[in-house]
């Protein structure tokens, strides 16, 4: 989904929403998968870097 070219809020507001209710549902995790393992990951940076 793609709204870069949209200008209206309220219209992109629109076509993102009917986008999240078309997509299909994330799965859940496995019994014995790790609770944070569907988090997006953060790269390892250099000392003094943010990390976000």
Known sequence: ???KNVTDKAE???IKR???KEAAP???RAA???RGSM???VQKMVK???KR
């Open 26 to 28: 994330a799965a859940k």
């Open 1 to 3: 989904m793609n709204t």
């Open 12 to 14: 992109r507001k629109q």
């Open 18 to 20: 009917t986008a999240r």
């Open 32 to 34: 014995g998968v790790a």
């Open 39 to 41: 988090k997006k990951k």
């Open 48 to 50: 003094g870097q943010r």
